[in-house]
């Protein structure tokens, strides 16, 4: 949104209105060397809306966004409560329409809460997470007015409790029609007059209270429970239809002032009535322009943003009112439904009225008039100390999340979906698919959608083994130096969790395997395992490095492995890229990563190889776990399937683009495959430093395509030279004992065959031709 990073300042002095006894919950107190009784920030709010009101014009125009904590009186005296919160907030001095101001605000609420919202939603069992509740302060106030209660808070605020209590729909409401079609079940007519008789004697028997405690009058209470009586409690789930039924309510108390229709004040009241209703649904109209329309309102979900969580409806709640009154005329909240409602459960019974709501984690609105409180009056945020400042008050949106209450969510959610799952769910023979080790991920206490911030685990080939403890030690430290963040001891924080999982060797490690090892990785995400040998890094100075998969279980047949240099150990990790899938990784919250070469750039993943070995009566494939009664030879059967593996699957991996070993091209021709094949065949045999004697023999092998032939071996030879390959001065190359690879296409038989040429040509061997060689057909 374009927000920028600004702070509010730490410190403002205490108001007066402020009350100075002890009641806990309240902002947090502290006297400076003057004496001077100053308050800490109990919001995010608060301490900028001075700033911006003591800012004059240069606050007048800001878009801005903060991250910090926040502090209250301790229940028990002492050092504050903190909690974390965000706040974004946007100030204009424009007021020509500020309903695209708070519109927006409303579409950094939705993105925000895509954070928690469900990955992966049934179409039977659409389960939305949250839904908004609003109101207009103005609307309201006039309502009050109009209904003649007196001017004085604590009847006030009993009046709008009664409001919001009766009036606004809950999620309960809201069920029934997010349900899928086949699974709705209507309600019988004599259970909905049953409930509105129910309404009836509550709003009678709450108006009574009023009465008896706050000295309401009787013509008030009058118009309150015609109001209420005319088919306002609740409101429609839809939010049109609630204002217009609350438009029908306000009609019905017109008719009772028809005799003091003529009074300006009443007449005022009205107005402002319906100026508030129109707004309000001129900022409904504007958010489903914005992708922001209601799941009860049927419309389709895929239609909607990804990057946007669609609230499930909107409440209109015309007794809401924050506490601490910073935000007036538009204020909204944004509440959790709790997941327990969607789930097939037996606890969902015992789920008690605490949030009968939902849980808040964010809200917002307008801060116009705290604002003007602040404003100082006279000269200010000026340098022209003889003139008077009038400066006008901005428009001031903004909205804060509680960012403790949003990560709590999302365990609790995790929690209850693992125990919805079926308790013989077989995790093994769905190791391949990332919904087991979803579940495993959850099991573990991980279920953020971030990866953790370790990047590599340090093993050995027994895995975190005492006796290699020292040699990984010493690889971690040159991680640790360039700036890569490694794990090496069982006794670590990222380890201590599973260790208490195993029995007996808890203190060395032994117990787990270096497979147990990749497989925990691809669990908690970590992309990396470096295996310290320590013959090989005694001797070479070389570590085997591993990439796992964030989102599947390691098969161990064949690891993606390549052995790295201890000093270029870091950088190899550090040039890695994670490879986003748009279409699916945004889904999931996943995300891979390959190993690259110095030289950067993107890459895709590994191709996976299937690996056939061909015995003298036998052959075996790497998809299959081999053993002892398989063959006697197994080892070596084993060792060359994964050491064919990797070399084959490199060399896959280089046909995507050049790197510092290989080179790649691509060639088409308007030749049919046999003839291109016999072509590639005879250019690696022959050619060494350029495709020539090749040509000759080619041309006379096939007079009708002499042209064409000519053509390539001009193609191929400066290909060759322009990567360094076949020097034309005759000195020794760099790139001897290396490779161009050349994917030829037949354009007629649309089929590709591969061409592999180097500096020294490992097929020009004696090759026998038989009599019938030079037949060719």
Same mark, same amino acid.
């Given at each position: 949104?374009?927000?920028?990073?600004?702070?509010?300042?730490?410190?403002?002095?205490?108001?007066?209105?402020?009350? @100075?006894?002890?009641?806990?919950?309240?902002?947090?107190?502290?006297?400076?060397?003057?004496?001077?009784?100053?308050?800490?920030?109990?919001?995010?709010?608060?301490?900028?809306?001075?700033?911006?009101? +003591?800012?004059?014009?240069?606050?007048?125009?800001?878009? #801005?966004?903060?991250?910090?904590?926040?502090?209250?009186?301790?229940?028990?005296?002492?050092?504050?409560?903190?909690?974390?919160?965000?706040?974004?907030?946007?100030?204009?001095?424009?007021?020509?329409?500020?309903?695209?101001?708070?519109?927006?605000?409303?579409?950094?609420?939705?993105?925000?809460?895509?954070?928690?919202?469900?990955?992966?939603?049934?179409?039977?069992?659409?389960?939305?997470?949250?839904?908004?509740?609003?109101?207009?302060?103005?609307?309201?106030?006039?309502?009050?007015?109009?209904?003649?209660?007196?001017?004085?808070?604590?009847? #006030?605020?009993?009046?709008?409790?009664?409001?919001?209590?009766? /009036?606004?729909?809950?999620?309960?409401?809201?069920?029934?029609?997010?349900?899928?079609?086949?699974?709705?079940?209507?309600?019988?007519?004599?259970?909905?007059? $049953?409930?509105?008789?129910?309404?009836? +004697?509550?709003?009678?028997?709450?108006?009574?209270?009023?009465?008896?405690?706050?000295?309401?009058?009787?013509?008030?209470?009058?118009?309150?429970?015609?109001?209420?009586?005319?088919?306002?409690?609740?409101?429609?789930?839809?939010?049109?239809?609630?204002?217009?039924?609350?438009?029908?309510?306000?009609?019905?108390?017109?008719?009772?002032? !028809?005799?003091?229709?003529?009074?300006?004040?009443?007449?005022?009241?009205?107005?402002?009535?319906?100026?508030?209703?129109?707004?309000?649904?001129?900022?409904?109209?504007? /958010?489903?322009?914005?992708?922001?329309?209601?799941?009860?309102?049927?419309?389709?979900?895929?239609?909607?943003?990804?990057?946007?969580?669609?609230?499930?409806?909107?409440?209109?709640?015309?007794?809401?009112?924050? @506490?601490?009154?910073?935000?007036?005329?538009?204020?909204?909240?944004?509440?959790?439904?709790?997941?327990?409602?969607?789930?097939?459960?037996?606890?969902?019974?015992?789920?008690?009225?605490?949030? !009968?709501?939902?849980?808040?984690?964010?809200?917002?609105? #307008?801060?116009?008039?705290?604002?003007?409180?602040?404003?100082?009056?006279?000269?200010?945020?000026?340098?022209?100390?003889?003139?008077?400042?009038?400066?006008?008050?901005?428009?001031?949106?903004?909205?804060?999340?509680?960012?403790?209450?949003?990560?709590?969510?999302?365990?609790?959610?995790?929690?209850?979906?693992?125990?919805?799952?079926?308790?013989?769910?077989?995790?093994?023979?769905?190791?391949? $698919?990332?919904?087991?080790?979803?579940?495993?991920?959850?099991?573990?206490?991980?279920?953020?959608?971030?990866?953790?911030?370790?990047?590599?685990?340090?093993?050995?080939?027994?895995?975190?083994?005492?006796?290699?403890?020292?040699?990984?030690?010493?690889?971690?430290?040159?991680?640790?130096?360039?700036?890569? &963040?490694?794990?090496?001891?069982?006794? !670590?924080?990222?380890? !201590?969790?599973?260790?208490?999982?195993?029995?007996?060797?808890?203190?060395?490690?032994?117990?787990?395997?270096?497979?147990?090892?990749?497989?925990?990785?691809?669990?908690?995400?970590?992309?990396?395992?470096?295996?310290?040998?320590?013959?090989?890094?005694?001797?070479?100075?070389?570590?085997?490095?591993?990439?796992? /998969?964030?989102?599947?279980?390691?098969?161990?047949?064949?690891?993606?492995?390549?052995?790295?240099?201890?000093?270029?150990?870091?950088?190899?990790?550090?040039?890695?890229?994670?490879?986003?899938?748009?279409?699916?990784?945004?889904? $999931?919250?996943?995300?891979?990563?390959?190993?690259?070469?110095?030289?950067?750039? &993107? #890459?895709?993943?590994?191709?996976?190889?299937?690996?056939?070995?061909?015995?003298?009566?036998?052959?075996?494939?790497?998809?299959?776990?081999?053993?002892?009664?398989?063959?006697?030879?197994?080892?070596?059967?084993?060792?060359?399937?994964?050491?064919?593996?990797? +070399?084959?699957?490199?060399?896959?991996?280089?046909?995507?683009?050049?790197?510092?070993?290989?080179?790649?091209?691509?060639?088409?021709?308007?030749?049919?495959?046999?003839?291109?094949?016999?072509?590639?065949?005879?250019? /690696?045999?022959?050619?060494?430093? &350029?495709?020539?004697?090749?040509?000759?023999?080619?041309?006379? @092998?096939?007079?009708?395509?002499?042209?064409?032939?000519?053509?390539?071996?001009?193609?191929?030879? &400066?290909?060759?030279?322009?990567?360094?390959?076949?020097?034309?001065?005759?000195?020794?190359?760099? =790139?001897?004992?290396?490779?161009?690879?050349?994917?030829?296409?037949?354009?007629?038989?649309?089929?590709?065959?591969?061409?592999?040429?180097?500096?020294?040509?490992?097929?020009?061997?004696?090759? =026998?031709?038989?009599?019938?060689?030079?037949?060719?057909?």
């Amino acid at each position: 949104h374009g927000a920028v990073h600004l702070k509010s300042p730490l410190l403002r002095p205490r108001p007066n209105s402020l009350s @100075r006894g002890t009641d806990a919950g309240g902002p947090a107190e502290m006297m400076n060397s003057r004496g001077n009784i100053v308050i800490l920030p109990e919001d995010l709010t608060g301490s900028f809306a001075r700033a911006v009101a +003591r800012g004059g014009t240069a606050t007048s125009n800001v878009k #801005r966004y903060d991250i910090g904590r926040v502090y209250h009186k301790s229940l028990t005296g002492g050092s504050p409560r903190e909690t974390l919160e965000a706040s974004f907030d946007i100030t204009s001095e424009h007021h020509s329409d500020p309903l695209n101001i708070e519109a927006e605000s409303l579409h950094v609420l939705a993105s925000a809460m895509s954070i928690i919202s469900p990955q992966q939603v049934s179409q039977s069992d659409a389960a939305p997470l949250w839904y908004l509740r609003l109101t207009n302060t103005r609307l309201s106030d006039a309502l009050l007015d109009l209904f003649a209660v007196p001017n004085k808070e604590p009847v #006030r605020r009993e009046c709008l409790n009664l409001l919001s209590k009766h /009036m606004s729909p809950t999620y309960a409401d809201a069920l029934p029609h997010m349900q899928h079609e086949h699974t709705r079940r209507p309600r019988s007519d004599s259970n909905i007059i $049953d409930d509105k008789e129910l309404v009836q +004697r509550k709003i009678a028997d709450g108006l009574r209270a009023i009465v008896s405690s706050q000295k309401l009058p009787s013509s008030a209470k009058h118009r309150l429970e015609v109001f209420l009586r005319s088919g306002c409690c609740p409101l429609p789930i839809h939010f049109n239809e609630a204002l217009t039924a609350l438009s029908a309510g306000i009609g019905k108390i017109r008719a009772l002032d !028809s005799e003091t229709l003529g009074d300006p004040r009443r007449l005022k009241r009205y107005d402002d009535i319906h100026r508030s209703i129109a707004d309000l649904r001129a900022l409904h109209k504007l /958010m489903a322009k914005m992708g922001l329309d209601c799941l009860v309102d049927g419309n389709n979900r895929e239609k909607s943003r990804q990057s946007l969580s669609r609230p499930a409806f909107i409440c209109l709640d015309l007794g809401l009112r924050q @506490r601490r009154k910073h935000f007036s005329q538009f204020y909204f909240q944004a509440l959790l439904i709790p997941p327990i409602l969607f789930m097939k459960s037996k606890s969902k019974n015992n789920f008690t009225s605490e949030f !009968s709501k939902g849980l808040r984690v964010a809200e917002g609105g #307008r801060y116009d008039d705290l604002v003007r409180k602040y404003r100082p009056p006279g000269n200010f945020a000026s340098a022209l100390t003889t003139f008077y400042t009038n400066a006008p008050i901005p428009i001031c949106v903004g909205v804060r999340f509680y960012i403790l209450k949003m990560v709590e969510s999302i365990y609790e959610e995790s929690h209850l979906a693992l125990q919805s799952l079926p308790a013989e769910a077989d995790l093994n023979r769905s190791s391949s $698919d990332a919904m087991a080790v979803e579940i495993l991920r959850k099991s573990l206490g991980h279920p953020l959608l971030y990866s953790t911030s370790v990047q590599a685990l340090v093993a050995s080939a027994n895995g975190l083994d005492a006796s290699s403890a020292s040699d990984r030690l010493v690889v971690a430290s040159h991680l640790w130096a360039d700036g890569i &963040s490694a794990e090496w001891s069982p006794q !670590s924080g990222v380890m !201590s969790r599973l260790l208490k999982m195993r029995g007996k060797d808890e203190e060395t490690g032994s117990e787990w395997s270096l497979e147990d090892l990749c497989g925990f990785c691809s669990i908690m995400k970590v992309p990396y395992v470096v295996i310290v040998q320590p013959h090989l890094l005694r001797d070479k100075g070389h570590v085997r490095l591993r990439h796992i /998969m964030c989102d599947s279980v390691p098969s161990g047949n064949s690891p993606t492995e390549t052995f790295v240099p201890l000093d270029s150990l870091a950088t190899t990790i550090s040039t890695a890229r994670p490879l986003e899938d748009q279409n699916n990784e945004q889904a $999931d919250g996943s995300q891979s990563l390959t190993l690259e070469g110095t030289q950067g750039g &993107s #890459r895709g993943p590994r191709p996976k190889v299937e690996c056939i070995y061909i015995d003298h009566d036998q052959f075996f494939s790497n998809e299959k776990q081999l053993s002892k009664s398989d063959t006697t030879n197994w080892k070596a059967v084993m060792k060359g399937l994964k050491s064919v593996s990797q +070399r084959s699957e490199a060399y896959l991996d280089s046909l995507t683009g050049p790197t510092r070993d290989h080179g790649a091209a691509i060639i088409a021709l308007n030749l049919s495959f046999w003839i291109l094949r016999d072509v590639g065949t005879t250019i /690696m045999r022959q050619s060494q430093s &350029s495709t020539g004697s090749a040509l000759a023999e080619l041309t006379e @092998r096939y007079p009708k395509h002499k042209k064409v032939l000519k053509t390539l071996s001009m193609a191929i030879d &400066s290909t060759m030279k322009a990567n360094g390959f076949w020097s034309r001065n005759g000195e020794d190359s760099e =790139k001897k004992g290396q490779f161009m690879n050349f994917l030829v296409h037949s354009k007629c038989g649309d089929r590709f065959d591969l061409i592999s040429l180097g500096e020294d040509s490992l097929l020009n061997e004696p090759v =026998k031709i038989g009599k019938h060689s030079k037949k060719y057909h």
